[in-house]
């Protein structure tokens, strides 16, 4: 079992930029890939991007490639998502997961976090 939270969230200007933080509980956080998703309202929830155990594979989405880096720390239970040149349609709320495999899928993810709202205002 893993419990995941975030924070870091928050207004940015747009071409301003944001750390997210998602800090996970228990001794197996290493064992999982993890991944970042986003949701806005209205719409469905969305991949952002995913790093496997062993931080030597990163997949991102084409609209945020080249301006977010996701990381992880495994001796400190956390994984991030450097957000840069942010765009008004980057608002969202932001989830962090854990799973089995480096993915997009939503569904492939067991466990999800509260989530964190970032706003970027034009």
């Known amino acids: 079992q893993v419990q995941l939270v975030e924070s870091g969230g928050g207004l940015v200007q747009a071409g301003g930029s944001l750390r997210l933080s998602c800090a996970a509980s228990?001794?197996?956080?290493?064992?999982?890939?993890m991944g970042w998703f986003r949701q806005a309202p209205g719409k469905e929830r969305e991949f952002v991007a995913t790093?496997?155990?062993?931080?030597?594979?990163?997949v991102y989405a084409d609209s945020v490639k080249g301006r977010f880096t996701i990381s992880r720390d495994n001796a400190k239970n956390t994984v991030y998502l450097q957000m840069s040149s942010l765009k008004p349609e980057d608002t969202a709320v932001y989830y962090c997961?854990?799973?089995?495999?480096?993915?997009?899928?939503?569904?492939?993810?067991?466990?999800w976090g509260q989530g964190t709202q970032v706003t970027v205002s034009s």
């Open positions: 997961a854990g799973g089995g495999v480096v993915t997009g899928t939503v569904n492939e993810y067991n466990y």
């Open positions: 790093i496997n155990r062993s931080s030597s594979t990163t």
């Open positions: 228990g001794r197996t956080f290493s064992t999982y890939a």
